[in-house]
Structures are given as C-alpha cells and as structure tokens.
C-alpha cells in the first residue's frame, strides 16, 4: 500500500522560506507527474504546483515567483521550495501523484505551514 508522509513544515515569519518533502514507500519509483496541493483553514483543498513528466510545471497564480517545486529521489518524489511565505500561505500541505489531473493515491497526513505577519 502505498503511503504518503510530508514534511518540512513550521512556523515561519512573512518572507521566510520552508521546503517541504513528500516521502512515499510501497511504489516502484517512476518518473511521473506529482504535485502539491494546500487546504487553507476554512478552505477546500487546491492544486498549488505540479511536475509533469517532462518536467513541465504548472503553479497557482497565487505563488508564482515565491514556490518552485522539484523533483528529488526515488523516495522523496517531489519537494517544494517556498519562498517569501505570506500569511495567506498558511495551509496544511499535501503532496500526491497525478494521473489525468487527479490524485492518485489515498492522502498523507499532510504538514502544517504556519506564516505568521
């Protein structure tokens, strides 16, 4: 079964920077399209930056110039580097495979991202 475990958040002042990793275990590694995703007190859950295979990347307007997302190893797929964090960045974070756009496997717990003003 394959799991999902987040990590890298925190409590961080406006314009600080995190880097959040997404490890995965119980799948052979393959290049495949990943990406993270927040939910936001009171919010729904939404696509923040994805990587496709090719290594294309889409982000949400909101963090475009701020959030680079990356590809890392066999067992950390995907990382997010956040960058001049707002306190509107504050969300739990959740990483997941794509397949046709939508997530693939059962989430992880997820790790909080606190931003302080």
């Known amino acids: 079964q394959v ?3 987040e990590s890298g958040g925190g409590l961080v002042q406006a314009g600080g920077s995190l880097r959040l990793s997404c490890g995965v275990s119980g ?6 399209t990943w ?9 729904q859950r ?12 889409n982000y949400t307007d909101s963090v ?3 959030f680079t997302i990356s590809r890392d190893s066999a067992k950390n797929p995907v990382v997010l ?3 001049s964090l707002k306190p509107e960045d504050t969300a739990v974070y959740y990483c997941n495979r794509l ?4 997530p693939r496997y059962t989430w992880g717990q997820g790790t909080q991202v606190t931003v302080s003003s």
């Open 64 to 66: 475009k110039g701020r």
């Open 81 to 83: 580097q956040m960058n």
């Open 3 to 5: 799991q999902l475990v």
């Open 99 to 102: 397949i046709g756009g939508v």
């Open 35 to 43: 990406a993270w995703f927040r939910q936001g007190p009171g919010k």
């Open 27 to 32: 799948v052979t590694f393959r290049i495949e």
């Open 46 to 57: 939404e696509l923040v930056a994805s990587i496709s295979r090719g290594g294309d990347t």
